[in-house]
């Protein structure tokens, strides 16, 4: 059974850091690119950052770049977002994904930015 577990979110201050972990289980993690999404209150869900398998090469949002680092350890079949200097709108509940031909998404986290 694919399973994918968002966790690491929460309440922090403007300017604060958090880091989510996205723990993968039940297919061959270190085949497929894994994304990170959010969808904030009233608003369409949206990329915010993906790591492909190979190189570990990544992308990012124009709204997250600079801020959040996309990683993954393939040993211990996890991705992580590193968000630094948060706003408050980047809160959101984060979720993972596994893109095709997998393409299975997670249950999120919530992230809440307070000012």
């Known amino acids: 059974e694919v399973q994918l577990q968002a966790s690491g979110g929460g309440l922090v201050l403007s300017g604060g850091s958090l880091r989510l972990s996205c723990a993968a289980s039940?297919?061959?993690?270190?085949?497929?690119?894994i994304g990170w999404f959010r969808q904030a209150p009233g608003k369409e869900r949206e990329g915010v950052s993906c790591?492909?398998?190979?190189?570990?090469?990544?992308t990012y949002a124009d709204s997250v770049k600079g801020r959040f680092t996309v990683s993954r350890d393939n040993a211990k079949n996890t991705v992580y977002l590193q968000m630094s200097s948060l706003k408050p709108e980047d809160t959101a509940v984060y979720y993972c994904?596994?893109?095709?031909?997998?393409?299975?998404w997670g249950k999120g986290t919530l992230v809440t930015v307070s000012s």
């Open positions: 994904r596994t893109y095709p031909p997998l393409d299975y």
């Open positions: 039940g297919f061959d993690f270190d085949d497929f690119t």
């Open positions: 790591i492909r398998e190979r190189d570990g090469s990544s």
